[in-house]
């Protein structure tokens, strides 16, 4: 006899994040549908919220022109068996999402599908978004026991000596993972981690031309990065604002 089990390892970080004030999926839906929130709002820049189980909501709102980022929410939490889907099908533009808080991911949030029906034939989105994390706590967490596939995942902070700890089993980037922060950024990415950066893993920046001149991180990796290269340059020149990689 064969059996098949599919189970998610419990959760291995020392994140408490409180969602005891979040606002809650009541439906599957579109984002911006005041219907599908237990609010009957939708969530605003400082909203806790929670996709809850067996929901599948479309991020359909975005900036008012390619290259603005759009407030998603404070702090995120994808439950085991929802979905959560950020992709778009407009050539050229650049879909970005703020996020500023942390991302509790146990169930699934990337570019995902058009969704089935009068208005979608539910093949794979074109585009994926990218992902502004802002370090708005003194530790802020990525974690979970699901699948987080952004485009890109560029990490900042408007306070120095902010922590970002990343214990997700299973993050997928497309392209860039770096660090634009003109304030201290420590990121450690934990060993029970698997992180795949299909482009560039920078601490400041992914290409020296386009990088901030005062941008400062640290990046300590103790779990498992496959990426495609590794940017070691600073474009910081002032003394004691170092930026390092430790394995």
């Not at 994040?17 to 939708?42: H, K, L, R, Y």
């Not at 987080?148 to 970002?164: D, G, Y």
């Not at 299973?170 to 660090?179: D, L």
Request: some cysteine.
């Amino acid at each position: 006899m064969i059996c098949n089990s599919f189970a998610q390892l419990p959760l291995v970080s020392n994140q408490n994040i409180d969602f005891s004030t979040a606002v809650f999926t009541i439906a599957s839906g579109n984002w911006s549908n005041p219907a599908i929130w237990s609010s009957g709002t939708v969530p605003a820049a400082a909203t806790d919220v929670v996709i809850s189980n067996n929901h599948t909501v479309y991020i359909d709102i975005q900036g008012s022109s390619s290259g603005v980022a759009v407030d998603l929410c404070r702090n995120l939490r994808i439950n085991q068996s929802a979905i959560l889907r950020m992709g778009h099908n407009t050539a050229g533009f650049e879909k970005d999402l703020r996020i500023n808080g942390s991302i509790l991911c146990n169930g699934t949030f990337s570019a995902g599908r058009v969704q089935p029906g009068a208005t979608g034939d539910g093949s794979l989105y074109s585009f994926n978004s990218r992902i502004f994390l802002n370090l708005s706590t003194d530790t802020t967490y990525i974690s979970g026991s699901g699948f987080f596939n952004p485009r890109t995942l560029s990490i900042s902070s408007s306070v120095a000596n902010r922590n970002l700890v990343i214990d997700l089993y299973n993050m997928y980037i497309n392209e860039n993972f770096v660090i634009r922060s003109t304030n201290l950024v420590n990121v450690t990415i934990t060993k029970y981690a698997y992180v795949r950066v299909k482009g560039t893993l920078g601490i400041s920046g992914s290409t020296y031309q386009f990088s901030p001149s005062n941008t400062r991180g640290n990046l300590t990796i103790q779990g498992i990065v496959v990426t495609e290269d590794i940017s070691l340059f600073t474009r910081n020149t002032n003394v004691g604002q170092n930026s390092s990689i430790i394995i």
